[in-house]
């Protein structure tokens, strides 16, 4: 069966310091993989997703970098956190032909 | 763009029924999901529904379509204190947009 892993569970950060989290899938080959945002309130915001090893799309713009360097890591990063960054960030995956996404535990980052 | 709407807090009593409702614009919509957030953890698909059909039943859970209205529901049966979590609405073409999520509150 397929699972996925997110780490760190948790993360405090300050402010301009560099951001690395880290989503593995295993048990499926190919996925498409995504990182959502999770604010308040809101619905999940899309960050990235991608469709392929080195395959990267962004849907806003903003201080964050994914990359994707083997075919089931996904990993997002930032180069000097802001304090907006502060949220709940989920990673997902989907394939198989199918539309139905699956998602991970979540990392809860707080920048301060 | 389109838009996937829910109210943000619902509160039943322990054995009611509760019904989570949801809107969307999107008329090209082919699949559309309900996901369950329990607190500090990441989404659980719950249970979708194609878009060609009404109805689906799945236990406890009821999902209802009306592809007219664009309007989905989710209805929990005998609700336990267990089922109190965030629920999350989706619908996909080729992208998947998320409602903001209904918190629901099942008291004793």
């Known amino acids: 069966s397929q699972t996925i892993h997110q780490w760190p569970a948790t993360l405090v950060q300050p402010v301009g310091s560099p951001l690395s989290l880290e989503c593995t899938v295993e048990?499926?080959?190919?996925?498409?993989l995504y990182w959502y945002r999770q604010a308040a309130g809101r619905g999940l915001q899309l960050l990235f997703y991608s469709v392929g090893i080195g395959q990267i799309s962004s849907e806003v713009p903003q201080n964050l970098s994914a990359s994707r360097p083997q075919d089931r890591q996904f990993i997002l990063s930032s180069k000097k956190l802001l304090l907006s960054d502060s949220g709940f960030y989920l990673c997902?995956?989907?394939?198989?032909?199918?539309?139905?996404?699956?998602f991970g535990p979540g990392t809860r980052l707080t920048v301060t | 763009g389109e838009d996937v709407e829910q109210s943000l807090f619902l509160s039943v009593r322990e054995g009611d029924s509760s019904v989570i409702n949801c809107t969307y614009t999107d008329s090209s919509s082919t699949y559309l999901y309900w996901y369950k957030q329990e607190p500090g953890a990441g989404l659980q698909l719950l249970t979708y529904i194609f878009s060609n059909m009404d109805m689906k039943q799945d236990q406890r859970l009821t999902v209802l379509l009306n592809k007219k209205d664009k309007h989905l529901s989710l209805r929990i049966a005998d609700t336990q204190t267990g089922d109190s979590a965030i629920y999350f609405c989706?619908?996909?073409?080729?992208?998947?947009?998320f409602g903001a999520g209904t918190r629901l509150t099942v008291k004793p």
């Open positions: 048990g499926t080959s190919n996925p498409n």
């Open positions: 989706a619908e996909s073409d080729n992208d998947m947009r």
């Open positions: 997902a995956w989907s394939g198989g032909g199918s539309y139905e996404q699956y």
